[in-house]
Every structure is written in C-alpha cells, then in structure tokens.
C-alpha cells in the first residue's frame, strides 16, 4: 500500500508546484504556457478525487479492524506497533487532505489567472481602438 501514498504525494506536489507557479509575479514570459499546461493537467488530476476516497475508505477499514490496545495486557512493543499506526493513519489523512485542497485552489486560481488574461487582452484591445 506505500505505492498510492508515494503516488498521492507527487501528485499533491506537482499540484503545489503548479499552483505556485501560476501565482508568483513576474512569469509573465512563461505565464501562457504554464496556464495552457494547467488547464490541460486539471482533468488527468480529477482522478486524485476518486484516489483520494478509495484511500480515506482503506484508512477508515484499517481504524475499524486495528486491534485496540487500551488495556495493561499490551506489551511495549505492541503499544509502540499500535502509537505508530494511529500515527502513520493520521499523516495519510492529512495528506489526503492536502492533495484536495491543493486540486481545488489549482483548479479555482486557474479560472482566475484565465480571466484575468482575458480582461487583460480587452483592456489592450479597447486602447487600441481608441
């Protein structure tokens, strides 16, 4: 199972990647291809979406069948193996977490960046007409 969470993280930081280079000032040299590129990109990453259930799905299963380990019986090494697994389900959480919220300020700054090029290219046509 480390493969999809090792997927799903360069997933999440490609999208980081992407989202930042959309919104840093100065790029406008680069700024067209790097919007036709994400806009491109916005549909192959939907398929984090459904990725991103089927991963909370198996953290819930795995949170529902872990043995508990509450009582005085559990010995140190179990409890240690039981902290590590709360642990480990807590950071794939947040990872999943991540990876949506960075598809949908991608997906929202993408639109804005686009409209944005639009009233730009109306603003220069306007002055030159007048």
Known sequence: MALE?????YAAGAEAIMLLLLTLPGLDGIR???????????KP??????????????IYWKYE???TCESNTCSPSEHLRHQKS???????A????AALAFYWLLY?????????EQLKSR???LKRDE
């Open 123 to 125: 603003v220069e046509k």
């Open 5 to 9: 969470w090792v997927v799903l993280g």
């Open 65 to 67: 069948t872990r043995p």
């Open 45 to 58: 990453f939907l398929s984090i979406l459904p990725f991103c259930l089927f991963l909370l799905m198996d």
């Open 86 to 92: 709360v642990m480990k389900s807590q950071r794939n």
């Open 94 to 97: 947040l990872l999943i977490a």
């Open 32 to 42: 067209k291809g790097l919007i036709a590129v994400t806009r491109n990109l916005l």
């Open 108 to 116: 929202a700054v993408t639109g804005l960046v686009v409209r944005v």
